[in-house]
C-alpha cells in the first residue's frame, strides 16, 4: 500500500508530478497539509491534527467533503507530521511505502525532526522517503541493497560532473559496511562515522548503481544542482 502525507510545510512545485509518479493509494493530510491538498485539488482520506494552522476555508473544505477527521490537543507528545506517519505506517504495512510532502522548509527543527521521524518506518520495514523540489530524502536501515538508476536524459562528457549528487550520511551511529558499485567514488565495505562527510555529493557513472549497507542507519539524499 503506498500512502502520501501531506505536512504543512512547503508544498514542493512539482508537487503535482511527485503525487503522480507515487500515485498513492491512501491520502493524509495533516493540519495544513489540508490547504495543499486544496492546491492539489485532491481529497484526501482522512485528515488529523490539532487544526491551529490550516485556516477557515480547509476546515469548510473538510466538512464540504466529508474527510474523516482525527482531532488532538494542541499541546501533545507528538508532531501533527509523527501523528500522521503513525497513522500511515498502519495503513501502508511492511512493505508498504509512503512518501511525506510538506516536510521541509521554513524552521530547520521542525525539517530535522520530520527527516529522523523516518527512523520508525524502517524500524517497520516500509520504504519512507521526503521530497521537495531539489531533493529526495530516504532512510537506509541495514542490511538492506538499493539499485539506482542514471537519469537517461543526462549526458555527460569525458570528466563532467553529473548534476543528479547523490549523498549518504550515517546517523544514529556508525553505518558498518558500506558498499558502493557504479558510483564515482565507489566504497568496498567501509565504515562510516556519524558526523564525517564521505559520503557526500557523489554520483553515478554507470546506468546503474548499487547501495549495500549491512548494518546500521543512512540518509540518502538525491539532490540536483539548481541551475
Known sequence: MKVLILSGGNLPRRAQALVKDFAPDHIIAADAGIRHAMTLQTVPD???GDFDSCGEEALTFVKTHKIPVRTFPP???????ELALHTAMDVAG????????????????HS??????????????IRCQI??????????????????????????????KSANNI??????????????EGFHYPL???????????????????EEGKV??????LLLILARDKK
Open 46 to 48: 482522512q485528515a488529523l
Open 75 to 81: 499541546e501533545k507528545d507528538y508532531t501533527d507530521t
Open 94 to 109: 511492511e512493505g508498504g511505502e509512503i512518501l511525506i510532502l510538506g516536510a521541509l522548509g521554513g524552521r530547520v527543527d
Open 112 to 125: 530535522l525532526a520530520n527527516i529522523f521521524l523516518m527512523k520508525q518506518a524502517a524500524d517497520q520495514g
Open 131 to 160: 521530497a521537495d523540489d531539489q531533493s529526495r530524502v530516504f532512510m537506509l536501515k541495514g542490511p538492506c541493497d538499493l539499485t539506482l538508476d542514471r537519469d537517461p536524459d543526462e549526458h555527460l562528457s569525458p570528466g563532467e
Open 167 to 180: 549523498s549518504l550520511i550515517p546517523v544514529f551511529g556508525e553505518a558498518r559496511g558500506v558498499s558502493l
Open 188 to 206: 568496498a565495505d567501509a565504515d562510516m562515522d556519524p558526523g564525517a562527510t564521505l559520503g557526500i555529493s557523489n554520483y553515478l557513472e554507470k
Open 212 to 217: 549495500t549497507l549491512c548494518e546500521g542507519y
